[in-house]
């Protein structure tokens, strides 16, 4: 995996994130509840793209702390 985007919203507002993969093709659509990605943004914290950052600062997106 490569990385993870902002992409579209759903008809209840839930955010989703495209899976990136390191060909370029997207395979998974996500919500930041996905365990999957939780563990990417914990790990990629210190520089993460720009549009998952400008979420966090917007206050739009949480990173979960660890289990």
Same mark, same amino acid.
Do not use: C
């Given at each position: 995996m490569k990385t993870y985007k902002v992409d579209y919203k759903l008809e209840n507002a839930a955010q989703m994130y495209a899976?990136? @993969?390191? @060909?370029?093709?997207?395979?998974?659509?996500?919500t930041d509840q996905y365990p999957p990605f939780q563990v990417w943004l914990r790990a990629n914290k210190d520089s993460l793209p720009d549009d998952i950052q400008a979420k966090i600062e917007a206050g739009e997106l949480t990173i979960a702390d660890a289990d």
């Amino acid at each position: 995996m490569k990385t993870y985007k902002v992409d579209y919203k759903l008809e209840n507002a839930a955010q989703m994130y495209a899976k990136v @993969d390191t @060909d370029d093709k997207i395979r998974l659509h996500a919500t930041d509840q996905y365990p999957p990605f939780q563990v990417w943004l914990r790990a990629n914290k210190d520089s993460l793209p720009d549009d998952i950052q400008a979420k966090i600062e917007a206050g739009e997106l949480t990173i979960a702390d660890a289990d």
